[in-house]
């Protein structure tokens, strides 16, 4: 299968030196540029979206990863390890250190289901819950420069096309 990730009708050059003497012509057929990428303006995306809220986390002493688990495990307290990993799209031997670092720091608790010895739930301490207030004035939308219904539906596209993605994927080697 051939992956095709641009270019764009219209299409501009995403680099961060858009000044006259370091833009150069247009590529010819066949040639794409960095920014002309889909997958690498999501990707910059994502590293711009950790930035911006970088400031926020570091008043809470979180990472980015040890936030979006906290807010996972708001919305469904009691997660397996396998199924948090499923939400936040990692694996087991990525998570489970973001998992001890928050039990640390007094805010989730890890503990063997009694019903299968096998399977690690996880639970937000009174302390974990309370960072919900604490970190609720995180709210991005301002800060892309985009109304409220243009930043819902973008968000809206974004998840579409994540799992267009995963389906267009599944079962497939990697």
């Not at 960072?131 to 109304?147: C, D, F, I, P, Q």
Request: charged share 30%.
């Amino acid at each position: 299968m051939k992956l095709n990730d641009g270019p764009r009708a219209g299409s501009r050059d995403n680099s961060r030196d858009n000044s006259k003497a370091s833009q150069k012509p247009r590529p010819g057929a066949g040639e794409r540029r960095l920014g002309d990428f889909l997958c690498f303006a999501i990707y910059s995306a994502n590293l711009a979206f950790g930035r911006a809220y970088k400031k926020g986390l570091d008043e809470l002493g979180l990472t980015y990863p040890q936030w979006i688990a906290i807010v996972a495990l708001w919305e469904q307290d009691g997660q397996t390890v396998s199924e948090l990993g499923e939400k936040m799209f990692l694996e087991s031997n990525t998570l489970t250190p973001i998992l001890k670092k928050l039990e640390q720091m007094g805010y989730l608790r890890r503990q063997r289901d009694p019903a299968d010895e096998r399977q690690v739930r996880i639970s937000l301490t009174e302390a974990g819950r309370r960072l919900r207030e604490k970190g609720m004035h995180m709210n991005l939308v301002a800060s892309t420069g985009l109304k409220p219904d243009e930043f819902a539906r973008l968000q809206e596209n974004v998840v579409t096309l994540r799992d267009n993605l995963i389906k267009a994927t599944a079962g497939k080697a990697e």
